[in-house]
């Protein structure tokens, strides 16, 4: 039902998944002893990494390689990474949590968590500029990343950082959002809460996400804030939504710094439709009594508490209640990348952009990665070559097309036909055990 381009719903940049955090451990029948190197093409957000660190068994290692499209998602991993990895004794779990969403899923953030996100991009971007033995943490490597892309990063943290400080034009992001509001309901813009409303009754609430409250949702698709879990103003661009887009004007190409990402299916997929705690699914009289939002915060929090139950050692015993006071003291020092976890058996390296191509070129890749996924936006990236990389028994996820609300019941069902064509022509069959689901297809190397 709704009008405009088909396009334009998902946007030209992912900046969240569309399909919730999923542990990749478990998504298929084999079941993994030490260590497991995973490849991520095209994720987005980190979801899938917390969700299977939270369920590694002790005896378990994880190496994760990050390969994304854009130089600008790479950013906004590893800045989630760094706050997820900041310990509780200097940001508590409840405003690390709160922190997380905002600058994850708010077009417009508190003057608090501005704060955080600048100091956290400067210390980012010392990481990625010194010298590599300086930069190294146990948990986020970088090192592999190509020098101009790692100069590319440091501009985006520049930018972050520079973003509330009297720009000669900074980009307000309340019309950069209407602006992305309006070419996609074209001429519906006049009755665009019915067109909300239509989206979440007849599409998201019919693929099982009753738990997006209506309110929320529609405030979401309005102004772009996802997460109001404080009493508080936010009115400050959140500068890690932002991103260069190239449009062609009479012939020249014009690079249009806006909100290109997600307009329909909202940033509630990734952590606040799915739960293992079955009491935030309840309903009464047939409406949920928790929301996509408290669901969201209630995972995120488990996974927080998963990293610091993980960590490799403790720097103190204080209580939660005491690191909560410690986080929010006023004369808080940034916190250095050394200061960051050290997550046990835990590593996430990011790659270039342009390597997935050249991975089955290099011996060391040679037979190397258990789990293999793929994002809604870089499936066309699986090659039959991916077989060179794969390690036997290896499992390949992708996900589908789900939540991609702009897509109907036909084109969904004939993204995932297709999905399954370019898996069997890279070597792998369809998997009918573990934990598949319509969000994501499982498949798992075939048998020579």
Partial sequence: MSAGQVSEGPGCITWWGFSPACDLLTAGPVRYEGHVNVLLVGSGDPRHILKTIAGLQDKQSLHVWVIENSMEVVARQLLLLYLALVPKEIMGINEKTEVFLEVFGNSEIRSQTEETLRQAASQLSLFVTETLEAAMHACLDTALLKFKERDELARIFKLWIQSSLSEPAPVLMAKAWDY???????????????????????????????????????????????????????????????????????????????????????????????????????????????????????????????????????????????????????????????????????????????????????????????IIYFSTSCVHQLHPMMRQIAAPDALLVVELAKYILDLNKEQEAGFAKRVACMALEAGFEPCCEGSSNDAHAVFIQQKD
């Fill in 180 to 370: 992305r509001v309006r070419q996609h309901l074209g001429t519906r813009y006049d009755s665009k809460k019915g067109c909300f409303d239509w989206d979440l009754t007849m599409k998201l609430h019919e693929k099982g996400c009753g738990v997006i409250n209506k309110h929320q949702y529609v405030r979401w698709r309005a102004q772009g804030l996802a997460f109001e879990m404080r009493e508080g103003i936010y009115q400050i661009t959140n500068p890690t939504l932002l991103s260069s887009r190239i449009f062609s004007r009479r012939g020249d190409k014009v690079a249009v710094r806006g909100y290109w990402g997600d307009i329909v299916s909202s940033p509630y997929i990734s952590f606040g439709i799915e739960t293992d705690d079955k009491s935030l699914l309840k309903t009464q009289n047939g409406q949920h009594i928790k929301t996509a939002q408290d669901i969201s915060f209630a995972n995120l929090q488990a996974l927080f508490q998963s990293l610091s139950s993980r960590r490799s050692c403790l720097v103190t015993s204080q209580s939660d209640t005491e690191a909560e006071d410690a986080s929010t003291h006023p004369d808080q020092k940034p916190v250095r990348i050394n200061d960051l976890m050290d997550v046990n058996g835990v590593s996430v390296t990011f790659l270039p952009l342009d390597s997935l191509q050249k991975l089955w070129e290099k011996k060391k890749y040679s037979q190397y990665f258990n």
